[in-house]
């Protein structure tokens, strides 16, 4: 991994945001919806190569029950070299700090279809399991 990565916290623009999206493929979103989805956000991460944004996650959710990882995206010259997991790392050490102490925390995300190991890597498990059933989506066309 370049040693010119820098980690900031909720520093992303809606403009790098739409970017960064747009570099993956991403459904496009309106600049309202960009907007409130990262004023919205408990915290994002964004990873610069120089004043680049090159990787991003952000945390959603309650801050104490559950939180989710959302949008966790690396654009492609930049994928295979670490800046996911850095970013990863990042959003689950956030979380830590969010919750009380002794007690427990859920951290949810949903993945891209075949990017499930590199999860598993950082612990998550995937669903169904013999005590979970399988998440489920429902996209709502407004």
Not at 31 to 38: F, N
């Amino acid at each position: 991994m370049n040693s010119q990565i820098n980690i900031l916290i909720d520093k992303i623009s809606v403009k790098e945001y739409l970017e960064i999206r747009s570099k993956v493929k991403w459904k496009v979103l309106s600049q309202t919806q960009a907007q409130k989805a990262l004023s919205n956000s408990i915290y994002t991460v964004g990873a610069y190569d120089g004043d680049r944004l090159i990787g991003m996650g952000r945390i959603v959710g309650d801050g104490a029950v559950i939180c989710y990882i959302q949008d966790l995206i690396v654009i492609p010259e930049y994928q295979k070299q670490g800046v996911g997991s850095l970013v990863l790392s990042t959003l689950i050490d956030l979380v830590k700090k969010l919750g009380e102490e002794e007690t427990d925390m859920m951290l949810c995300l949903m993945c891209a279809k075949g990017r499930e190991h590199f999860y598993e890597k950082h612990g998550f498990i995937a669903r169904p399991t013999d005590g979970l059933g399988p998440g489920m989506i429902q996209y709502l066309k407004l």
